[in-house]
């Protein structure tokens, strides 16, 4: 396999490891543990591209549900787009994207996957967070179930599984700072090789890319 095919080879994997690991695996982890019951189709292949399927789904869900929840007390975008700084969240810059043609796929792949499972712990904290408002849901039902009656909470509660209260919080807890690690990180990586490849950055080619 030639150089180039190698290099774009390994421009794809970052993308191939985001989705992985920032979608697939929260996805399947909330899927799994909240549902009680999960019907599987009888083929094996079919049953996988569904899985896979419903998964990134959720997954996605979650990543969106994390930003808006999460992503409201996260750094924000840095308004000088045009230049490199350190201030400027990784994954929510125009720079972040522009700099990977520029660094060694093996770098660029590091603070990718670094990146990726600083979300994915975002993902699993926001699901926390999802089912300490569940458990306080089943709470409110519970206590006064003709408010919510109209809702059929009793059936739809019969098929979530709902974890008890100090282990979405503990977890919770746990996840939003191995997130907040993983995000340093990963920030801290990305400044080190802007760092290292500051005269490649720096060029009139690299800033109109």
């Keep these: 396999m030639s150089q180039e095919a190698i290099e774009k080879t390994s421009g794809i994997l970052p993308e191939a490891?985001?989705?992985?690991?920032a979608r697939l695996v929260p996805g399947a982890f909330a899927s799994i543990v909240t549902l009680k019951s999960?019907?599987?189709?009888?083929?094996?292949?079919?049953?996988?591209?569904?899985?896979?399927?419903?998964?990134?789904?959720?997954?996605?869900?979650?990543?969106?549900?994390?930003?808006?929840?999460?992503?409201?007390?996260?750094?924000?975008?840095?308004?000088?787009?045009?230049?490199?700084?350190?201030?400027?969240?990784?994954?929510?810059?125009?720079?972040?994207?522009?700099?990977?043609?520029?660094?060694?796929?093996?770098?660029?792949?590091?603070?990718?996957?670094?990146?990726?499972?600083?979300?994915m712990f975002k993902s699993f904290?926001?699901?926390?967070?999802?089912?300490?408002?569940?458990?306080?849901?089943?709470?409110?039902?519970?206590?006064?179930?003709?408010?919510?009656?109209?809702?059929?909470?009793?059936h739809y509660l019969s098929l979530v599984r709902i974890l008890p209260l100090e282990t979405s919080l503990i977890m919770g807890a746990i996840c939003i700072w191995y997130m907040r690690k993983l995000y340093k990180g990963a920030q801290n990586r990305l400044d080190s090789y802007i760092e290292i490849n500051k005269h490649k950055l720096a060029?009139?080619?690299a800033k109109s890319e």
């Design 125 to 154: 904290a926001v699901y926390f967070i999802l089912q300490i408002m569940l458990f306080v849901f089943q709470i409110l039902y519970t206590s006064n179930p003709g408010v919510l009656g109209h809702f059929k909470a009793t």
């Design 203 to 205: 060029s009139p080619s």
């Design 38 to 119: 999960l019907t599987v189709p009888k083929g094996l292949l079919e049953g996988l591209l569904l899985g896979l399927i419903v998964f990134y789904i959720v997954g996605f869900l979650l990543e969106v549900f994390a930003e808006m929840i999460i992503g409201r007390f996260w750094p924000r975008k840095n308004k000088q787009r045009n230049q490199y700084s350190n201030k400027t969240p990784i994954n929510d810059s125009i720079e972040f994207w522009n700099i990977r043609h520029k660094l060694r796929p093996s770098q660029w792949q590091a603070v990718s996957k670094m990146s990726a499972e600083s979300d």
């Design 17 to 21: 490891w985001y989705d992985l690991i």
